[in-house]
């Protein structure tokens, strides 16, 4: 059992491959008790230091899991500051956290983790005159640059994570970016640090402070005498290229000391030893930045290559015509992104190369102060590869749908097939650009040799590679075969005086190695720079000082957290899982690049962090979760494990996640599969069974609807529901109409050539009727004639709800009498009003197989998925061979289209907005507003509905009131529910709209 104790070594350092910590007895437990106590009266913070959220932050981007001692989420900086005194008092180890998308590992460990990325990301000031700004640690690169943007500037380093990278991280990391041959790495961009050191006190560090704080000027003092003896060795051991991170920035601060004033350190700046730290000398609060003009004209170049070899055969030619970067992608992960279904489109934009097949591209992209400049380097880039198939790009929407492809590289490799998976280890080498093709052919030498292969992209225009060798991380064997490749590349990597990192820094997975790169000479240097900051060893321990062995790179591994691999139960799913490769893969394939963590922009993953910018309630954090309930990590109830059930609790099952996230993470699967699991073992709660069998309750309101609207109307009603199933009585209840199949039932007969069929959802057939009839005349008024399927449900409410065996059983009887009334009617499709319902058809049968293997019934379902589609996508779609078509008449009004979530995660909002767009044209508006928050039976909860409701407030609510005169439009039925609750505004649904413009 270990203690608190004040040696030097630091807190549990020497154990930190020992988990779950849980396990080491009494001693753990009463320090994180008093810890938690004394923390709760020193500042306003969230004190976390139970197991299921000690385990949430054990994980980053990297390969590795380590349990923190707790967490903290101060409220403030103030508060912030407050939080690490306690501990620097208490000497117990810190990890100071922003986003957690570290690739090296130095985001975890075994300390108390103070996380700045939830409440401290204000950008304090902008001086746009001297192009300054101060920021506090937590803001995200993609805050920064809005906030800046409406001046002209921008910070020059530009990380593919902008949308969740914190300024905070990338100072820790000294990170850089495609555009670093213009502007360099965080360091070259850093004025000033407000930190704490490890004793708790604060200083301002910048140049000119060492001469003016006592203590900063006994630090520089040390780190004189440690510097100047090894000048030499540090000239000849750091690299001469742009992109180098490894270790402290030893020589950064010997050009200081030297620079300074004989007697005196004013060009010193300890911010810059400090930046690229790893959180190892200091913690960073706040930060005083330098920034960049904005580029004033953008033009971007991509030319495809046979092999990768083709390619940088060629940079030495590009790089003449000074780019402002230059980026490279192989086929791997081209490949990994066709069977993407949110990036396969940006595959298409790549050029072929002339001959061959498509095996690398290169990304060049040149600013210039007016378009014709970009002309001229266009075509002096023409000139310099004769012959070579490029594309090219100048509008600012085209220029960034281009980029994604290459900004996605890495997380998309999470998704190569196989039980080989290109990991993180070796894959962030740099080298001066004049040696990497020589430099590549060695590399994938070492890796051929070594029985394997490799994925490539990199920042080619400063040498910086990310090479990522495909191993099979739960087989020993191939986790030894790391360990060489890796020792193998680190003497490469010296031979070609180059860097081990060029931007994710050592960490966990580099450190061990620095003893063999930089000698012992220089390695002492650091650990004698780490005591003179930190002389009891508490912040961020271990990393960049603890050098050798090798093998330590494979110690606490995520897939063996104690040696050995962590897997879960043998268990018979309800779904399929052969897409993600066995159920096993699924709730691993999570890699923790936190793309789910964006709070900017117009796409809807995660709603739910969006609002709360809590870790817990990210896609990664709900990721996690499941893959320790699984796993067996959290607690022995594997499937009925409180706090997980808690965790995906916030998920609105919305499937941003599946196509957005380049993993294709599909939470909302998962999420089904652990409550089905679950409910299978334990029951099944009432309030699961009345929201999943919603079709057969809104059948028996909708023949007594007049009756059901009054009662639901009156406070006893509101309070039954309440108290049943956990209804807000802030939530109206919707309306019961009269069932839409008596309606059609009691029309005569309509007679035509061609046929197609409507599927009677539960909600425009028991609830909105009147959608139905206005689907019925809009699709008579194209020729068709109409068959309304009364088959059943589609199982979307039953799947979201959990009730997976239902499903099953409901998904088999509908699919059968769907496609037995295609055969009857020879109809040409199945149309749905409802997207939730397309999404169920189209997405979920073909992934939830019936009770007993049926190769035929999922036939079936692929080709009834295949013929489904929303009324008004199979009106656009089939637009000029419909049997008639009706005149349009100018249309006066203005249409915003919000979008179903379901809808835009699978097929995009323009499978609604092409129809409408061919009736209100330019008039029409699609908004970029993500997930309104309602979600089904997700918004009515008590728990739920404030959440829902500020969800709503982020985008779409706003959208909507600052166009009062507007028509609001949204196929979804939940959403227009939404709206109405939280903006007082009835939204129409598309075929409601058409029916009206067309006066049907």
């Known amino acids: 059992m270990s203690e608190v104790t004040d040696e030097p070594t630091g807190f549990f350092r020497g154990h930190s491959a020992s988990l779950p910590l849980i396990e080491r007895g009494d001693g753990l437990d009463a320090l994180r008790l008093r810890l938690s106590t004394g923390l709760r009266g020193v500042a306003a913070a969230e004190v976390r230091f139970g197991r299921h959220d000690r385990m949430l932050y054990s994980t980053d981007a990297s390969i590795y899991q380590v349990e923190p001692i707790g967490v903290v989420i101060p409220h403030s900086i103030s508060d ?19 986003s957690g998308t570290a690739l090296a590992g130095q985001s975890v460990n075994e300390a108390v983790v103070v996380d700045f990325s939830q409440y401290c990301r204000a950008v304090l000031s902008v001086d746009v005159t001297r192009q300054r700004a101060i920021v506090e640690a937590g803001v995200t690169l993609d805050q920064l640059n809005e906030a800046v943007g409406a001046h002209g500037l921008m910070f020059g380093p530009d990380v593919a994570t902008s949308s969740h990278a914190t300024i905070g991280g990338m100072i820790g990391n000294n990170s850089a970016g495609a555009h670093s041959i213009l502007y360099g790495r965080t360091v070259e961009n850093l004025l000033a640090l407000d930190v704490v050191f490890a004793d708790g006190t604060e200083h301002r560090l910048e140049e000119g402070s060492c001469d003016r704080d006592p203590a900063q000027r006994a630090l520089a003092e040390k780190l004189s005498q440690i510097i100047r003896p090894i000048a030499a060795e540090i000239r000849a051991r750091f690299p001469k290229i742009l992109r180098h991170v490894d270790g402290y920035s030893l020589d950064i601060l010997l050009d200081q000391l030297e620079r300074s004033t004989p007697g005196t350190f004013d060009r ?64 791997v992960v081209i490949s990994v992104a066709m069977r993407n279904s949110e990036y396969r489109q940006y595959v298409d934009l790549l050029p072929k190369p002339a001959s061959g097949g498509l095996g690398a591209v290169l990304y060049v992209e040149y600013f210039a102060d007016d378009a014709r400049a970009i002309g001229e380097r266009f075509a002096a880039l023409r000139n310099a590869l004769p012959g070579e198939t490029m594309s090219t790009y100048t509008g600012a929407t085209e220029r960034l749908k281009a980029w994604k492809l290459r900004k996605a590289g890495e997380p998309l490799l999470h998704g190569v097939p196989g039980l080989r998976k290109p990991f993180t280890f070796v894959e962030d080498t740099a080298v001066d650009p004049a040696k990497l093709p020589d430099f590549v052919e060695d590399f994938r030498t070492i890796v051929s040799n070594h029985g394997t292969t490799a994925a490539y992209y990199a920042h080619a225009s400063v040498g910086c590679l990310h090479i990522r060798p495909l191993v099979a991380i739960h087989d020993a064997k191939d986790r030894a075969i790391m360990v060489r490749i890796a020792k193998d590349i680190a003497a490469l990597v010296a031979r070609y005086g180059g860097a081990l990192s060029g931007e994710h820094g050592d960490g966990r997975v580099r450190s061990p190695l620095l003893g063999e ?138 499937k941003a996640c599946k196509t957005e996230c380049p993993s294709n993470v599909d939470i909302s699967k998962l999420k089904a599969e ?26 028996l309101g909708s023949r007594l609807h007049a009756v059901a609207n009054f009662i639901n109307a009156t406070p006893i009603a509101k309070s039954l529901a309440h108290g049943l199933l956990g209804i807000d009585p802030r939530r109206s209840i919707p309306r019961f109409g009269p069932s839409l199949f008596d309606w059609f039932g009691r029309r005569a007969p309509r007679t035509a050539q061609r046929t197609v069929i409507l599927f009677g959802d539960c909600f425009s057939a028991y609830n909105e009727p009147g959608i139905g009839q206005s689907a019925v005349r809009l699709l008579e008024a194209f020729g068709y004639r109409v068959v309304l399927a009364d088959v059943g449900c589609c199982g979307r409410s039953l799947i979201s709800t959990g009730l997976l065996a239902d ?170 529910h939404q709206i109405h609750d939280g903006t007082d505004r009835e939204a129409l649904h598309p075929v409601d709209l058409a029916v009206r413009a067309l006066g049907l």
């Open 80 to 98: 912030a500051a407050k939080v690490l005194a306690y501990l620097a008092a208490e000497g117990v180890s810190v990890l100071p956290r922003g």
């Open 268 to 331: 010193v700046n300890l911010a810059h030893l400090v930046c690229g730290s790893e959180g190892t000398l200091a913690t960073t609060l706040r930060a005083e930045l330098s920034l960049v003009a904005k580029p004033k004209e953008r033009g971007l170049a991509i030319i495809g290559f046979e092999t990768v070899r083709d390619s940088l055969a060629r940079l030495a030619a590009i790089l003449a015509t000074k780019p402002a970067a230059v980026e490279l992608v192989d086929d």
């Open 674 to 699: 652990y409550t089905a699991q679950r409910y299978a073992r334990d029951g099944t709660p009432l309030s699961a069974r009345v929201f999943g069998h919603v079709r057969k309750l809104n059948a």
């Open 517 to 654: 790169y930089f000698g012992e000479v220089i390695c002492n240097a650091l650990r004698a720079v780490k005591s003179a900051f930190d002389p009891r060893g508490v912040l961020n321990p271990g990393n960049i000082v603890v050098t050798g062995p090798a093998e330590k790179i494979i110690a606490n591994l995520r897939v063996a957290p104690q040696g050995a691999s962590a897997q879960g139960p043998i268990v018979d799913t309800f779904f399929s899982y052969k897409r993600e490769e066995g159920f096993d893969h699924a709730i691993e394939s999570c890699n923790g690049a936190g793309l789910c963590r964006r709070t900017e922009g117009g796409t809807s993953m995660c709603p739910s962090y969006r609002v709360l910018k809590d870790e817990r309630h990210s896609t990664r954090g709900r990721g996690n979760a499941l893959r320790l309930a699984v796993t067996g990590q959290l607690s022995a109830e594997v499937w009925n494990d409180p706090d997980t059930i808690e965790t995906l609790d916030l998920c609105l099952s919305c």
């Open 807 to 976: 499903a099953r059983r409901e998904i088999e009887r509908s699919s059968k009498a769907l496609c037995g009334l295609i055969e009857t009617t020879n109809a040409d499709a199945v149309l749905v009003l409802e997207p939730s319902c397309a999404s169920a058809i189209r997405d979920d049968w073909t992934e939830l197989p019936p009770d007993m293997p049926d190769d035929a019934a999922m036939d079936r379902r692929t080709t009834l998925a295949m013929r489904t589609y929303l009324v008004e996508e199979f009106l656009d779609k089939h637009w000029d061979s419909h049997p008639e078509r009706p005149e349009i008449p100018a249309q006066p009004d203005t249409v915003l289209l919000h979008g179903h979530c379901h809808q835009k995660a699978l097929w995009g909002a323009e499978s609604s907005a092409r129809f409408l767009r061919r009736i209100f044209g330019e008039k029409l508006r699609v908004l970029e507003t993500g997930c309104c928050g309602m979600a089904g039976s997700f918004g009515y909860i008590d728990r739920r509905y404030d959440l829902s409701m500020s969800i709503g407030e982020q985008r779409l609510f706003p959208s909507i009131r600052n166009d009062p005169g507007a028509v609001v439009c949204a196929p979804g039925t939940s959403c227009r």
